[in-house]
Nanobody, 117 residues
Framework: QVQLVESGGGLVQPGGSLRLSCAVS????????VGWYRQAPGKQRELVAT???????TYADSVKGRFTVSRDNGKNTVYLRMSSLEPEDTAVYYC???????????WGQGTQVSVSS
């Protein structure tokens, strides 16, 4: 059974930082595209950041320069370092692991990030 378990969310003031973690079990993420998506109330889920197995990263324009996605294949864990957080970053953040060639697309249950003073 594949599980992706996010942690590290919470309430933070504008300008603050958080680091999200996504512990993956049931698959080895080494060959997967991994990343983070978010969904704010009343909005569709959107891409935040992804990283390929080769280390190529993609970021939403709104988070470039503020967020950093990383992976530790040995620990089977994906991270999202978020800094200079803004109220607009408030959302549920979801971890994803994708291997299109095999038709695998796995999601975590989400972790809430709230940015407010």
């Amino acid at each position: 059974q594949v599980q992706l378990v996010e942690s590290g969310g919470g309430l933070v003031q504008p300008g603050g930082s958080l680091r999200l973690s996504c512990a993956v079990s049931g698959i080895r993420i080494k060959l997967y595209v991994v990343g983070w998506y978010r969904q704010a109330p009343g909005k569709q889920r959107e891409l935040v950041a992804t990283m390929t197995s080769g280390g190529t990263t993609t970021y939403a324009d709104s988070v470039k320069g503020r967020f950093t996605v990383s992976r530790d294949n040995g620990k089977n864990t994906v991270y999202l370092r978020m800094s200079s957080l803004e109220p607009e970053d408030t959302a549920v953040y979801y971890c994803n692991a994708n291997f299109m060639f095999l038709g695998h697309d796995y999601w975590g249950q989400g972790t809430q990030v709230s940015v407010s003073s």
